[in-house]
């Protein structure tokens, strides 16, 4: 399924239907007088969460999504019917925007959760309304009221608890795939991984989290090269970042020249990104030359304060303990941050 993480549509309630002027004229009504029934209220477009979604995809496509209008009332004061309203099914983690004034509508994230974005229109009154005793016949009814209109802008940032961030090919795909039942793409060429994908990882029978693998970053990432940011924002919801680095030498690159890269990235995309508690973990610890680097690798992050920890995707070896580190440090996180708002959150 081709992973769709911002859409605009445009959304229309129902209009009000009008109300009815009518008089009744039975045969045997005298003075029936006015019966001109109330017109039905337009229906409301409502987004709500489906469990089953991660995509927005079904809302990619240019359209108008109108709900239903009111029906016109009746004579012998028969209400029009109301119009139905349009429920859009979005994924958990869906932010609604005003794509006009980019005011925030909502942050929807549990299952079965919902917001109004546009509301119908009200039935017009009518003329049995307006009788008075001085006026019996009242040649008077209302219109309906138009359905707010509006073009809006949705964002998916998936819900996870710990994201995975790196450069290009350091083994995020292959270490979420270890710790968890997630089957991302792996394979020896950049890019590999060209959207999120979540996994469960169980500590033990009480503790468990969800893990993102977000796609490889570069430098410029904040400004948009590589993948940049339109998936730098899917770490927005984490609350603990593991920092995963190549230290086998066989790309020529420096594990502390990307380490202050990676971070310098999260510090211009979003000091709040930068912020989050980090685990730096060394990768493909099966390598012979990683094994060869691993000591000096460690001991010039220790130098920095910085606990270096090793573990290998591809044979599992250090994942539990890192696991482990990974729910401890969770579980500090969470205890001393606040739900994030829409408003909140980084770009």
């Known amino acids: 399924m081709k992973f769709i993480d ?5 959304v229309e309630a129902g209009d009000g239907g009008n109300g009815c002027m009518s008089f009744r004229r039975e045969k045997y009504v005298p003075r029936g007088g006015p019966s001109g029934g109330d017109g039905g209220d337009g229906g409301s477009v409502v987004l709500r969460v489906d469990p089953g979604l991660s995509t927005l995809l079904d809302l990619s496509y240019p359209q108008t999504l109108r709900a239903g209008r009111g029906e016109h009332g009746r004579g012998k004061e028969q209400q029009g019917k109301s119009g139905a309203d349009l429920v859009l099914r979005v994924p958990a983690g869906t932010l609604v925007y005003d794509a006009d004034d980019g005011d925030p509508l909502g942050d929807l994230r549990a299952a079965e959760e919902e917001v109004v974005v546009a509301r119908g229109g009200h039935g017009g009154r009518g003329n049995m309304h307006f009788a008075t005793p001085t006026n019996r016949a009242p040649r ?3 219109r309906g009221t138009p359905g707010e209109r509006r ?15 790196g450069f290009p090919n350091v083994g995020k795909s292959t270490l979420i795939g270890a710790v968890s039942a997630a089957r991302p793409r792996v394979a020896d060429f950049p890019f590999t991984t060209l959207a999120p994908h979540l996994g469960v990882v169980r500590v033990d029978d009480e503790t468990s989290f969800v893990l993102a693998d977000v796609p490889g970053l570069i430098p410029g990432a ?5 993948l940049g940011t339109r998936f730098l924002r899917h770490l927005a919801r984490t609350a603990v970042l593991v920092h995963l680095l190549d230290v086998s030498g066989l790309t020529g690159r420096d594990p ?12 211009l ?12 973990v060394a ?64 770009p």
Request: no cysteine; glycine share 8%.
């Open 6 to 10: 911002e859409v605009l549509i445009r």
């Open 140 to 142: 008077r009814a209302e």
């Open 151 to 165: 073009k809006l802008r949705l964002e998916l940032r998936v819900l996870a608890d710990v994201g995975l961030v």
């Open 222 to 226: 904040h400004a948009g090269h590589g």
């Open 256 to 267: 502390l020249a990307d380490y202050e890269a990676i971070n310098r990235e999260l510090e």
């Open 269 to 280: 995309a979003s000091p709040y990104l930068a912020s989050k508690p980090q685990i730096v």
């Open 283 to 346: 990768g493909k610890l099966d390598l012979a030359e990683t094994r060869a680097r691993l000591d000096a690798v460690r001991a010039a992050f220790l130098a920095r304060g910085i606990t270096l920890h090793a573990v290998s995707g591809a044979t599992g070896e250090g994942t539990a303990a890192l696991m482990r580190v990974v729910a401890e440090t969770l579980a500090r996180a969470r205890a001393g941050v606040n739900a994030e708002t829409p408003a909140a959150a980084p």
